[in-house]
């Protein structure tokens, strides 16, 4: 798959329908398998932390979640298809294991919220195989028993919904241990699912405002938004000369 290059995440250039036939291809595969779906916030945040950048590149296929990813590769001169949000993505891989074909693991999110989730995806598609589930909040003793849980419980795709950067490291740095086929970084979808957050109506996702919309409802995401701006502004100055640099270390 071709790949472009927006700030150092090297994002794949694939539609909807091509993520998902080859996360689907994953499931076929040896080995374990990562899939991140950043944001403009979260190229902005790898821009700044090479290590963080470093993890991003790791995964096995990078999806442009943030409307934001598409106006920036139409910049560089290299423009993505469309914008492949992660909870879509996520929620078609459900959708294709509504047979039961396909074990799920949930991970993240604040106590009580999985439960919910799997409860109201179960309503929707009552064969869903849910092997396991644990919340997001852990430490050192309770993150060894998440751990040898979703070993024990051998699921064929880990939905890791921490956020940002902290879904992504975690990870690159337990999915070999763990074997699972597929391991997903999908920030908030948990609470989407589980109803505990609204998705922003579909006339804002077609118009790219999806940010505006939750900005609306939560008003405290102001400053968080505010690095909008700076990612715009970063790839139209910048976005060239690391893509430059980027070619030469091939």
């Known amino acids: 798959m071709k790949k472009i290059n927006i700030l150092g995440a090297m994002v794949d250039r694939v539609t909807m329908e091509e993520a998902v036939e080859k996360a689907l291809g994953f499931l076929k595969e040896e080995g374990s398998h990562a899939i991140y779906t950043p944001n403009s916030e979260i190229v902005m945040a ?3 932390d090479p290590s963080f950048c470093e993890v991003l590149n790791s995964g096995d296929l990078i999806i442009a979640d943030g409307i934001g990813l598409v106006h920036a590769s139409k910049i560089l001169k290299e423009p993505l298809p469309e914008r492949v949000a992660g909870f ?13 074909a396909h074990s799920l693991y949930f991970f993240g999110g604040r106590p009580g919220v999985a439960q919910k989730a799997i409860a109201n995806l179960k309503a929707e598609y009552p064969n869903l195989s849910v ?18 849980d979703i070993k024990e419980k051998k699921p064929d795709i880990l939905f890791v919904c921490l956020g940002a950067p902290k879904q992504e490291k975690w990870i690159a740095a337990h999915r070999d241990e763990l074997g699972v086929p597929l ?6 979808s948990l609470d989407v699912w589980a109803g505990e957050v609204e998705r922003a109506p579909e006339k804002y996702q077609k118009a790219g405002l999806e940010w505006l919309y ?7 995401r102001f400053f968080r938004m505010l690095e909008l701006p700076k990612f715009g502004l970063t790839v139209l100055f910048k976005g060239k000369a690391v893509q430059t640099k980027g070619k030469r270390h091939e």
């Open 46 to 48: 790898a821009y700044r």
């Open 88 to 100: 879509d993505l996520a929620s078609r891989l459900i959708r294709e294991s509504a047979d039961g």
């Open 131 to 148: 092997s396991g589930f644990s919340d997001g909040y852990f430490d050192a003793e309770k993150e060894k028993t998440i751990i040898a």
């Open 183 to 188: 391991c997903l970084g999908v920030g908030g």
């Open 214 to 220: 939750r900005l609306m409802k939560q008003p405290s």
